[in-house]
């Protein structure tokens, strides 16, 4: 087998994105699209702009040729071009482009402005499944008007409906606290008083977000409990977080304390925790890990981060998404710059006498499509 | 533009080194040159010497031609040939080849023994302004006898005078207390009561030296009110600090904290955790960072640190700096081995297709001054 | 001095293996060769495989040729080999082929079923000392009978006897509590109240495990008293440690205290906390590390792990270890892909026009046997 033959197979891998959110439906000016190039929800300083960033000459250099425009182009004829074709053909481009033949898609985010799952397979061509988010589920029944009694209960039964197709599920525990929360799952008892506390602080504050740490406990257990796939935030994200307390082993306990149930944990992004996210892959055999959302954001520096994610986890344990969010740029820099990466990796520790060609081949398999069919129960998109 | 061309560039970037202290004055001997070849205040073990490090590698193989010696002369001819030459002869040598057009100069450490900045504009040829450490201003205050109760005032006034014509501040709370402090601005008698406490400390101890969190607090308020763009200490350094205490992510609170002000922040060294520190940079529009100082001691391991910045962080938010403490060696080592670094990592990109050659010299000029220009309101050096 | 003379002599580095457990004894089918391929105790989930992993796959690059097999072979034609070969055989090959002059053996773990530090010299036809594990004595101590009272004399009389003739003590410290243990050494009342607690817990659970954070702290000051090079398992390990408590960084306070004693401490594994210990290596004098087990599990990234130990840590400083514990495999793959990556990294140095080719050397030299001999006052093993 050849070098080639190496590269083909990469590019040709029907990848599985096990953790992507809909592409945004709008029309983007200039500052819009610029604030979806960052997970920062603030404006840049005044005289600097987010496309001097790895993501913003990412999207200069290799969304710029799918809109028929020469690499590396002016970000306002990048944005011109963009609007002239239009979000829908330009999403179309993207998502076709990616080479992703099948989107797990995490739904607890972006509502009516970003498409669902559906949508993402009309507009691709390739199969979509739902990724469901537990605080979501949460926040939508309170919405709908569950009392602190009941909520333990009604919650079981509407997380229950609501999966009832679902193939994964996410928690976004590391946002709303932090990994440093107790572990152990509370008791019934424990969340009614939690949702009595926390239901009077939602009805001050005039919006409904759980952050209560006894509700996010129960939220993660109700997870493990309906028995699907657990995918939780870790590692970088927007300035809501503490990065210092999403370090993914804080969750080391969580972990042990998951492991009887045999309940697959998946941290997804792990950076600039990928490392220890990797060892704790080796370890516990229910742990799988992704550089998601790093890899788009750290642009040219891509290949770095995928090689470090490659030390310690065992290779039935890494998978690939793009954690995209917002443009379809980002589904498809997800896809690219991840199989460039991974191709640029393999192919080196080839050429060095390290790996046969066959097992780099076979490598790239597992993390792009076979581990997150073997883990999601999916069927074989290509089949 | 060709490779030559980003060579040219990178070579050429009339450097703002926005952090770098006065280079030493007096003649060195070789147990005087090795102790300040580390950031320890300790001897080596019997057997080994300071020259056997990476710093000791890049001294002996880029210094040595400037003191017209061959590259990777033996240890004591460099000295002798230093001696030889004589400390303001290598100082000027080597502040010339730097290329550094603009010194931001902490003045906080060293005293006589070190240039002040008009000192180090004398012997560079470029110029030079100051950057004023609020743990000085305070502990000379005392020095000069002020009371705990007149203290909140008399700072502010001391403060005010002292930096007239400075461009920028600078904290070492990570070296006096570490980043685990309270970010909370304390009242004026919070700190004359912490000030009872303190100076009653000093008088037993028979020295000055601020590190009750209480008024390291009030020190980085009172600089957070005067406006200016706040350095601070951050990751390695010497063995005074607890390194798992300077993690800048330990400070987001603080920075979340100090947003609304508008007050600039500058991450200094940051290495081992300048991941983080490029986090913090793309999430929070007035944090920036630079990796000076480790350039320097990892040596030969330049280009890894320098790529690893450049990952998060927006290329409006990074700098470069030196933070050379003592011998001229550093001075002209934390320019050169940051050039060779930045160049040999915007060089693979432009190579491996990623970058444009234009957008790598923009780049190299952002980091190199434009950026230190607009967050220290610098003249341009070369106008 | 050549390229490949560079080669030559760091494949010829007569290398000390400073941490490094007797090779098993048995026999192994597939599955208990797959479960020594892991610092997991638990079996990978089903359809996947140990062997898909960098350790894997080094052994059927690296170790396959040793059994006259083709590089990359299938796992079941490697152990079905291996069976043909026999233990004894596959031992002595895999010794022969390392490398190691002189093997110091830590003989805290695996009992009858690994070779003894005798063994070792016997199947290797290398030198061997021991290592001794501090809890083992404590742990050997009781099992023999020692009461709580007698337990602080007992012991140090039993550390005397069990050191006679070692070269270095152990501590395991890591995994019984984590490096947040109080630093301070413990009087011995305290040991004597602590063993009281912990004997009752023994009897209650039915073994004998220190895990008591006085007990744990008792035979940490024991060993600085015994004036013994002490080493300490940090970072990576098995499933029964806390990564983020395993740190080095949180043993700063512990390694201030033990300074003035003069002892040295030797900081094993470090991973991905290797950079952390860098820094100690350099602040502090009676502080070194090395990467062993690291460079096993992440085997075709071994170089990038090496480079990284090389940054702030004066080249005094750095050891080299396998860690290996279990098949020979490990004996053989520590050295082997030290050497490589040790050659690749300090190659590009020197192509790179950084480093001269004769100090490369010398630095092979430092890490692979001279600052072992130095630290733990080895007679010359070539001489």
């Known amino acids: 087998m050849s070098a080639e033959q190496l590269a083909e197979a990469v590019n040709a891998v029907p990848l599985v994105d096990h953790h992507v959110h809909g592409a945004l439906v709008a029309e983007l000016d200039r500052p819009a699209l610029e604030l979806l190039l960052t997970e920062s929800d603030r404006p840049l300083p005044a005289g600097t702009t987010q496309f001097d960033s ?132 509370p008791t019934d008892a424990e969340v009614v008083a939690a949702a009595g506390e926390w239901l009077r602080g939602c009805e001050n504050a005039g919006r409904v977000r759980v952050d209560h740490p006894v509700l996010l406990r129960f939220l993660l257990w109700c997870g493990v409990d309906r028995g699907l796939p657990l995918q939780l935030h870790a590692g970088y994200g927007d300035p809501d977080l503490d990065l210092h307390r999403c370090d993914p082993l804080l969750l080391t306990d969580f972990i042990r304390l998951v492991e009887p149930t045999g309940v697959d944990l998946l941290l997804l992004h792990c950076y600039p925790f990928h490392r220890n996210a990797g060892y704790l892959a080796q370890v516990f055999p229910h742990v799988h890990l992704d550089v998601g959302l790093a890899v788009n954001h750290v642009g040219a520096r891509a290949a770095a981060v995928v090689a470090e994610s490659l030390e310690l986890a065992p290779f039935g344990k890494v998978l690939f998404s793009s954690d995209a969010f917002g443009p379809a740029e980002l589904h498809y820099l997800g896809a690219h710059l991840w199989r460039r990466a991974l191709h640029r990796t393999l192919a080196r520790w080839v050429d060095d006498g390290e790996w046969s060609t066959s097992d780099a081949v076979r490598v790239a398999d597992l993390l792009g499509h076979a581990n997150a069919r073997r883990v999601y129960h999916l069927r074989d998109a290509s089949a």
Chains 1, 2, 3 share one sequence.
């Open 54 to 185: 790895q993501l913003g000459f990412a999207v200069r250099r290799w969304c710029a040729p799918l809109l028929d425009l020469e690499p590396h182009v002016d970000p306002d004829d990048y944005v011109a071009r963009r609007a002239e074709l239009g979000a829908a053909e330009v999403t179309r481009r993207m998502l076709a482009a990616s080479g992703v033949a099948h989107h797990l898609v995490e739904t607890g985010f972006g509502g009516a402005d970003v498409l669902s799952p559906a949508g993402m397979a009309r507009a691709s061509g390739a199969r979509a499944d739902e990724v469901v988010r537990l605080e979501s589920v949460l926040e939508d029944l309170v919405r709908s008007g569950a009392s602190a009694g009941q909520l333990p209960e009604r919650f079981r039964e509407a997380l229950a409906g609501r999966t009832a197709s679902a193939v994964g599920l996410k928690s976004v525990v590391a946002y709303r606290h932090g990994f440093d929360v107790d572990p152990r799952r």
